[in-house]
């Protein structure tokens, strides 16, 4: 990272920082290797995503019903990303405040695609909910500084316009200072 900062100073580096579990894990060594790479972040690192394997491998098994995960599942999910510039620029009010926390809504199996009908309120209410992050915490005890939530599919504008609604319901979770913050 401090190379890449060094040849590339202006340009933007995203670092994706995936922590382990013990369910999935394969080394020893892991837990040491993220946290040691973790403070590297905060110098050279402009927005750094923040993947917990133990709250992924619940949401592959609990959402996906998939028994057993597999790192390629793991990695599938987290790959489900989109313009990541776009994240940098909405998610990150100060230089060094740059740990986002991803939330996937709705992560359901193909099976179950098939029969079940989200509503864009319903999907938008799921990312708050701590079983849906990528991360094994709950923001419910903390604040939010900024949202940014991607739709993708088959959703009309307006529909879109129901986040305001649940930025309205959890005006409260947002810093004071941040509160203009939602997009979409």
């Given at each position: 990272?401090?190379?890449?900062?060094?040849?590339?100073?202006?340009?933007?580096?995203?670092?994706?920082?995936?922590?382990?579990?013990?369910?999935?894990?394969?080394?020893?060594?892991?837990?040491?290797?993220?946290?040691?790479?973790?403070?590297?972040?905060?110098?050279?690192?402009?927005?750094?995503?923040?993947?917990?394997?133990?709250?992924?491998?619940?949401?592959?098994?609990?959402?996906?019903?998939?028994?057993?995960?597999?790192?390629?599942?793991?990695?599938?999910?987290?790959?489900?990303?989109?313009?990541?510039?776009?994240?940098q620029t909405n998610l990150v009010p100060y230089p060094r405040i740059h740990f986002p926390l991803a939330t996937y809504a709705p992560a359901i199996s193909a099976e179950k695609a098939y029969h079940e009908q989200l509503s864009v309120a319903e999907i938008t209410n799921a990312c708050f909910e701590p079983a849906n992050q990528m991360v094994k915490c709950d923001p419910r005890h903390?604040?939010?500084?900024?949202?940014?939530?991607?739709?993708?599919?088959?959703?009309?504008?307006?529909?879109?316009?129901?986040?305001?609604?649940?930025?309205?319901?959890?005006?409260?979770?947002?810093?004071?200072?941040?509160?203009?913050?939602?997009?979409?």
């Amino acid at each position: 990272m401090e190379r890449l900062s060094v040849d590339y100073g202006k340009k933007s580096k995203l670092d994706f920082a995936v922590y382990p579990a013990p369910q999935v894990s394969t080394a020893v060594v892991e837990p040491y290797n993220s946290i040691l790479t973790t403070h590297t972040t905060l110098e050279h690192s402009d927005c750094a995503f923040m993947v917990d394997n133990e709250a992924i491998s619940i949401i592959c098994r609990r959402n996906l019903d998939i028994e057993r995960p597999t790192y390629t599942n793991l990695n599938r999910l987290i790959a489900l990303n989109v313009d990541l510039t776009k994240f940098q620029t909405n998610l990150v009010p100060y230089p060094r405040i740059h740990f986002p926390l991803a939330t996937y809504a709705p992560a359901i199996s193909a099976e179950k695609a098939y029969h079940e009908q989200l509503s864009v309120a319903e999907i938008t209410n799921a990312c708050f909910e701590p079983a849906n992050q990528m991360v094994k915490c709950d923001p419910r005890h903390g604040k939010y500084m900024a949202c940014c939530l991607l739709y993708r599919g088959d959703v009309v504008p307006k529909d879109v316009n129901a986040f305001r609604l649940v930025g309205q319901k959890c005006h409260d979770r947002f810093q004071k200072k941040c509160q203009d913050m939602f997009r979409a």
